[in-house]
């Protein structure tokens, strides 16, 4: 009886020590978030949203309030050799397919669009600095960003998936991989992008292509371990929202249906490869996105805070020195040219 008792007696003191925590989160100060970018022969992009406190609430309303559809002024402006001023106003594009509402030179865009290629652009060039600056809810943000010059790839491949070598009936799976010489006297900050441009997969209406909708980080960081050398290394294909984050291409292949036995010809992935150098302030934003990724929603890892180069604001301005490969999943195949995308691939 004296242990029940004693039970009871620790049991209701642990209970009488609870205590309601209550903290109370200070107001998110509202600030507009840039996405924006700039690259040779292209004209430059920029998606603005609202930042949102880690908290707060997220139901239908969220994402329709989320982009800045009703900025006063977005302008960027650069100096040429000759300490002459360009400046171009931007103005959002109307909504295109699954893109966002994006800010570019709409006039340039549009007589893309009406000649059915892509036209030369002068504005954006490499070893500029281009400065940018939004007027938006009484609020002044700017930025700078300088596009460096663009090193190429030596060559890009494709090879057979290591791991599926010994699965015949994942033959099919295959990488991208590719040399690359890296300048001794020129700090590099590389940054890969990548999308599929065909994906074919059958459902019961047939075969049909699914290309992702646009450019992934693939990976980011400075030349610091290979500099001066040359080798080879593999640019898998972005996995988002899984685990691991990167998964392989398809090549061609046979799918057969279990119940009649009857195959259907799948055909090969193309992919579409931007080989990057960025300005040192833009490389330290996309490393810390990087590592974000590929901590696989980790609740043990160490939280970050993304380094910004916006004043006023958060977010990466960007200049892409890029090179840009399209590449056919073809086991074999080899690419030594560059490739010029359409202007909505680089996106």
Not at 185 to 207: A, C, F
Request: proline residues 8%; negative net charge.
């Amino acid at each position: 009886m004296k242990k029940y008792f004693l039970y009871l007696f620790i049991i209701s003191l642990l209970f009488s020590c609870r205590k309601e925590i209550s903290i109370d989160f200070p107001p998110v100060t509202e600030k507009i978030v840039v996405q924006g970018a700039i690259e040779p022969g292209f004209p430059p992009y920029i998606i603005l949203t609202r930042n949102q406190g880690y908290f707060d609430p997220i139901d239908s309303n969220t994402f329709n309030n989320f982009f800045v559809n009703d900025a006063d002024t977005v302008k960027v402006w650069t100096f040429d050799e000759n300490n002459v001023k360009h400046t171009k106003i931007l103005y959002q594009l109307p909504q295109i397919d699954s893109l966002p509402p994006i800010y570019t030179d709409i006039d340039y865009i549009m007589s893309s669009i009406s000649s059915n290629t892509t036209l030369p652009y002068d504005f954006s060039k490499a070893g500029r600095t281009y400065y940018l600056e939004i007027k938006w809810n009484n609020q002044l943000i700017t930025s700078s960003t300088i596009i460096p010059h663009p090193t190429p790839l030596d060559s890009i491949w494709v090879e057979q998936n290591p791991s599926t070598e010994a699965e015949w009936w994942k033959e099919y799976k295959c990488d991208i991989w590719a040399v690359y010489s890296d300048d001794v006297n020129t700090q590099n900050n590389i940054l890969i992008r990548s999308k599929r441009l065909e994906h074919w997969k059958k459902n019961s209406s047939g075969v049909n292509n699914h290309p992702d909708p646009n450019l992934l980080l693939l990976d980011c960081g400075p030349d610091v371990l290979i500099n001066g050398e040359s080798f080879e290394t593999a640019f898998l294909r972005p996995n988002p929202g899984k685990f691991p984050p990167f998964a392989a291409y398809n090549s061609d292949r046979y799918k057969i249906n279990n119940t009649t036995q009857d195959s259907t010809f799948i055909p090969h992935d193309v992919a579409l490869i931007k080989f990057c150098q960025v300005d040192q302030s833009s490389m330290q934003f996309w490393r810390g996105v990087v590592r974000n990724i590929t901590s696989g929603a980790n609740p043990f890892s160490e939280p970050m805070n993304l380094p910004s180069n916006i004043n006023g604001g958060l977010g990466v301005w960007t200049g892409y020195g890029a090179t840009y490969y399209k590449v056919p999943i073809m086991k074999d195949t080899i690419i030594l040219d560059e490739y010029i995308p359409n202007i909505f691939d680089i996106f």
